[in-house]
């Protein structure tokens, strides 16, 4: 048998909790990010094989199909909130992903190559016109 | 173990390693129901304990060919899409643990945690290409952080199976400490 490989290897090592907290706050600090620079979106986003296919408001409470021509997937829209309720995939990962009304949450299917996305808001732009203040 | 024992010794044990991987991500996919995150499709990884288990009982080649077996058994019942994102994920995974457990000292927690980092990874990279966008990419923190647990997870289980298999074919001793009768 190859010793090498085994001999004494640790279970931790003396910096291995430091890389670990490295990793765990970067993936916090950019959780942190998204959330910050998220949005409750006005319309979600529907794509199929990258290209965009639908634009679906969620301020009405709607059930729609994608349509002809693309995949068999049923989604529902409540209470501005939007999550797919059928899906002809077969590992379901679209359905139990839930309900996402923020921009920074996505609902993908792999084998249907299709990915629901809550509309980023780019609030910098288009707003010149908007009052901010009146002192 | 020597895997070269004989043809059909090496056959049986890599068809017993690959039943248990196969087996294992059968019983994590019933697992992951139960998690708060399985929305994101995530799993403890179990069966990456088998192929680091044959990485070092065995050999390199072995646990790659491992790799690719259990990749086309989740083809050939999970469909292609499937199939691809586990060899996309399992490949990356196992080039950086060979890489580690061959040129390191690292412990077997962190290899487990990189290994799942590259195993996500791989998967958001395929899944971006499969999907021709990029907003996949939003599940990266949050699989980062439950790849730290996974590792966390596969690690200390990786630990306690080896030190148990050391006792058990390097000083032919049984689970209780106790030297095997000789055959």
Redesign the interface.
């Known amino acids: 048998m190859d010793k090498g490989l085994l001999s004494d290897r640790p279970l931790l090592n003396r910096y291995d909790p430091m890389i670990i907290l490295l990793l765990l706050s970067l993936a916090l600090t950019a959780l942190l990010l998204m959330w910050h620079y998220g949005n409750f979106g006005v319309n979600a986003e529907i794509y199929y094989n990258g290209e965009l296919i639908k634009t679906v408001p969620l301020k009405t409470d709607s059930l729609s199909e994608l349509g002809e021509g693309y995949p068999n997937m049923t989604y529902m829209v409540s209470e501005g909130r939007i999550r797919v309720i059928s899906s002809d995939c077969r590992d379901k990962v679209c359905i139990r992903s839930g309900t996402i009304r923020s921009s920074y949450k996505t609902i993908v299917c792999l084998p249907n190559r299709v990915v629901i996305k809550v509309e980023q808001i780019r609030e910098n732009n288009d707003n010149d016109n908007d009052i901010d203040v009146i002192l | 173990?020597?895997p070269y024992k004989s043809r059909a010794y090496y056959a049986s044990v890599m068809g017993v390693m690959l039943a248990l991987a196969v087996a294992l991500t059968t019983i994590e996919s019933l697992i992951s129901l139960f998690l708060p995150m399985?929305?994101?499709?995530v799993r403890i990884g179990l069966s990456n304990v088998v192929i680091m288990t044959a990485?070092?009982?065995m050999?390199m080649p072995s646990a790659f060919i491992l790799t690719v077996m259990k990749s086309l058994f989740v083809a050939l019942t999970?469909?292609l899409?499937?199939g691809l994102?586990s060899l996309s994920g399992g490949i990356p995974a196992f080039l950086i643990m060979a890489l580690l457990?061959?040129r390191t000292?690292?412990?077997?927690?962190?290899i487990s945690?990189i290994s799942a980092?590259a195993h996500m990874t791989g998967q958001l990279i395929a899944?971006s290409i499969?999907?021709?966008?990029i907003?996949?990419i939003?599940?990266?923190?949050?699989l980062?952080?439950t790849s730290?647990l996974s590792g966390?997870c596969t690690?200390?289980i990786l630990?306690a199976e080896?030190k148990m298999e050391?006792r058990l074919?390097?000083h032919n001793e049984n689970a209780e400490g106790r030297p095997n009768p000789p055959q």
């Open positions: 173990m020597n399985s929305g994101f499709g990485a070092l009982m050999n999970r469909g899409t499937a994102l457990f061959k000292r690292s412990s077997y927690i962190l945690i980092i899944s499969l999907l021709k966008s907003f996949s939003y599940y990266a923190p949050m980062i952080a730290i966390v690690g200390v630990n080896l050391w074919f390097v």
